[in-house]
C-alpha cells in the first residue's frame, strides 16, 4: 500500500502530503482520493487577484449611484403613469 505521495489530486486540489511545513490542514477542505488526501488550496492564493481592492473601491461607487438612477426612473414612470 502507497503512503499517498505519489497520488495526484485532481487539477483544483493539493496533496496533503506536499504541505511540508504542516500550515493549518485542519481548515481547509480535505477529502480522500484514492490513498491519499487532497484539499483545497487556501483561498486567498486563487480566489482573489491583485486588483480586487480597485474592484472592491469601483463596487462601491455603484452601490453609492445605483439609488439615485433607481429614483429618476421611479419619478419618471410615476408621473407618466399618473
Request: proline share 6%.
Amino acid at each position: 500500500m502507497s503512503n499517498g505521495t505519489e497520488v495526484e489530486c485532481q487539477s483544483h486540489s493539493l496533496n496533503v502530503a506536499g504541505f511540508d511545513n504542516g500550515g493549518f490542514i485542519e481548515g481547509r477542505c480535505c477529502q480522500p482520493y484514492f490513498d491519499a488526501t487532497c484539499c483545497l488550496p487556501c483561498p486567498m492564493t486563487w480566489a482573489y487577484p491583485d486588483t480586487f481592492g480597485t474592484m472592491s473601491e469601483a463596487a462601491n461607487w455603484v452601490s453609492v449611484v445605483k439609488p439615485e438612477i433607481g429614483c429618476v426612473f421611479l419619478l419618471l414612470f410615476g408621473c407618466a403613469a399618473g
